[in-house]
């Protein structure tokens, strides 16, 4: 069947071309006689007498967006109003690319701080380095009170225009000042996209945007002719997206003609099946994917597809379980609707939306990272009800998320990282250890001389323990190397790149390690043989 027109996306990053005439308030509505409800001139009191009476005057629309919060927020978790300057971003998010400088900034410390400039971009070209404090935009100079946001706004502009700043740097007694060309700047779905080891190919998807099948198959090809015949597909912290670019992106793994996902809900356009369109590259060489409690939505549709197939092996935790459809509507007035119009369900037949009825358990479902997450989570029993079955006949499970065939719990932790992370004292160090090093090598060991330099500059600069004091906690933690990796990662990140923070990242993370361990079994599971699925399993659904 061909795929359908209608555009169901995903999260509430999400856009569609559907429009609501006239905006929410276009028309005034009257409760019918026989209905016994409030009607809208009671809303209306109720506007009037705040606007009257409230002790400090109250912006209208503030007011309303209130009101329409509230009132969605009682439906489910994910139906939701955007704001205009919300819907704006979403919307530029979505496209994949704004107008910009290209770094990515952060507020550190009270002060606006550049964490990576963006390669290839007019901030990388000019010199942007990462510890950079922005002190000032033109010819104002920036608080302490400033915000991110406030800044980020700032920084954008129409292309083609120049914005000035000014910078102050580590080993740099005066400010450095720069006058930089806003550029298109691409918002990249594919992260990191590098071999791991001989053969293996790692590639990172952030999210699912217009652009992430166009991102993955070019960083497909580039890493076939580095010599990839594995691939580590990662999906953790996905929190999802465009439904069409999960259709995309399965469908460089599955054979053309493989049901992707369905949808259903109370209206006859609601229900879609969506099948592998074979439009785009595919691969068929052994897939481990990876995911966790930060996967969502169309994280959870690729790797339910994959796993319902048989493609290859879904590794790590236990995903978010959202089954849940957004139709996002634009309103007239610049803000958008994301309304949840139907239930998703993968292949076999899952519905893997997970219970919200605690709505602040649903959103904050605690650490599945940890052990005591691990053990309410990760390892909870199943169910019968719960059973279905792949396209092989192997068991999998609709139980609040997509279970991973192979579960790898990420519970190694360290009270000294935390209490140094918390103080960014990695990523101060690294930019100040590397303007006294500016030679220092990739694949950085940490020596104990460069351990002992990093505690004696938390002591200096932190003014939170002594160096000593440092040196014995350290000692004492089972997990001390999580804080040489730290050091370590900060410094090939400052120096190299994210592309090399992140290779740092993966020589210390243990679901990817395991990850590689697994391709054999990815294999086989890849080469049963398989049953032809009858369409009467959604019957059940």
Same mark, same amino acid.
């Given at each position: 069947?061909?795929r359908p027109k209608?555009? *169901?996306l995903? =999260?509430l ?7 609501l ?6 028309g005034?509505?009257?409760a ?7 009607s809208?001139?009671e809303? =209306?009191?109720?506007l009037?007498t705040?606007s ?20 969605l ?24 690319? &704004? ?5 990515q900034i952060?507020?550190?410390?009270g002060?606006?701080t ?5 390669e290839g ?5 000019m010199g ?14 920036l608080?302490?009170d400033?915000?991110?946001?406030? !800044? ?16 102050? /740097?580590?080993?740099f007694?005066?400010?450095?000042v720069?006058t ?5 700047i691409?918002?990249k779905?594919? /992260? ?6 001989p053969g @293996?190919g ?14 993955l198959?070019?960083a497909?090809?580039?890493l076939r002719?580095?010599g990839?015949?594995?691939?580590? &597909? ?7 997206g !465009?439904l069409e670019q999960?259709?995309?992106?399965t469908?460089?793994f599955?054979?053309k003609g493989?049901m992707?996902v369905?949808?259903k ?9 969506y099948?592998a ?13 990876l ?6 939505s169309a ?10 197939h048989?493609r290859g092996?879904?590794?790590g935790?236990?995903?978010w379980?959202?089954g849940? @459809?957004q139709s @996002? ?7 958008g609707?994301a309304l949840?119009?139907a239930?998703?369900?993968?292949p076999?037949g899952r519905?893997?939306q ?10 904050n ?6 052990v005591a ?14 059973v279905?079955y ?7 499970y609709?139980?609040?998320?997509i ?18 992370l918390? /103080?960014?004292a990695f990523f ?10 500016p030679? =220092?090598? =990739?694949?950085l060991?940490?020596t104990p001389?460069i351990r002992?330099?990093f505690f004696? &500059?938390?002591e200096?600069?932190?003014k939170?323990?002594t160096?000593?004091d ?7 933690d089972?997990?001390?190397?999580l804080v040489d ?8 990140n400052?120096?190299f ?6 290779r740092? *990242?993966?020589?210390g993370?243990p ?6 361990t697994?391709?054999?079994?990815a294999s /086989? ?5 398989k049953?032809?699925r009858?369409?009467?399993?959604k019957?059940?659904g």
């Open positions: 069947m061909n209608s555009r *169901f995903f =999260a990053a999400l856009i569609a071309g559907a429009t005439a006239g905006g929410a308030f276009a005034k509505l009257h019918t006689p026989e209905r016994e409800a409030p809208l001139d809303y =209306a009191d109720i009037t705040l009257d009476w409230a002790p400090e005057p109250i912006p209208p629309d503030k007011i309303v967006y209130a009101s329409i919060h509230g009132m927020g009682r439906l489910d978790p994910h139906t939701a109003f955007l704001e205009p300057d919300e819907f704006s971003a979403m919307k530029e998010k979505q496209h994949g690319s &704004f107008y910009g400088l290209g770094i952060q507020k550190r410390m002060k606006i550049v964490i990576s400039p963006m971009t007019p901030a990388y070209r942007v380095r990462a510890g950079d404090i922005i002190t000032h935009i033109g010819d104002e100079e608080k302490d400033v915000s991110t946001e406030d !800044v980020v706004r700032k920084l954008r502009g129409p292309k083609g225009t120049a914005v000035t700043i000014r910078l102050r /740097r580590v080993g007694p005066e400010p450095i720069m930089i060309t806003r550029a298109e691409p918002t779905s594919v /992260r990191y996209a590098f071999m791991l080891e @293996v790692y590639i990172m998807l952030s999210d699912f945007t217009h652009t992430s099948s166009k991102e198959y070019e497909i090809e580039k002719k580095q990839m015949n594995k691939l580590l &597909f990662d999906l953790r912290g996905n929190p999802g !465009v999960a259709v995309d992106v469908d460089v599955v054979p493989d992707v369905y949808t809900g109370r209206t006859a356009s609601s229900a879609q099946e099948y369109p074979g439009d785009g590259p595919h691969i068929d060489l052994p897939l481990v994917v995911v966790n409690r930060g996967s969502a994280s959870e549709i690729v790797a339910g597809a994959i796993q319902d048989d092996l879904i590794v935790q236990r995903t379980g959202k849940l @459809v @996002v509507y634009t309103l007239s007035y610049g803000a609707l949840t119009t239930r998703y369900y993968t076999s519905w893997i997970r219970d919200y009825t605690d709505l602040l358990a649903y959103v479902p605690g650490d599945p990272d940890s997450g691990a053990q309410t989570g990760d390892e909870a029993p199943h169910g019968e009800s719960a279905f792949t396209d092989a006949g192997r068991i999998v609709a139980q609040g998320g279970t991973p065939d192979v579960i790898v719990k990420n519970d190694r932790d360290s009270k000294l990282l935390q209490q140094l918390a /103080r960014y101060n160090f690294a930019v100040d250890w590397l303007a006294r090093h030679n =220092a090598s =990739a694949d060991e940490i001389e002992q330099e004696q &500059f938390v200096n600069s932190a939170y323990s160096a000593a440092l040196q014995k906690a350290y000692d004492e089972p997990n001390r190397a990796l730290a050091i370590r990662i900060e410094i090939e400052a120096k790149g994210p592309e090399a923070g992140r740092a *990242f993966a020589s993370d679901q990817i390690q395991k990850a590689l697994l391709f054999g079994e /086989r599971v890849a080469s049963l043989p049953k032809k009858e369409m009467a399993v019957a059940g």
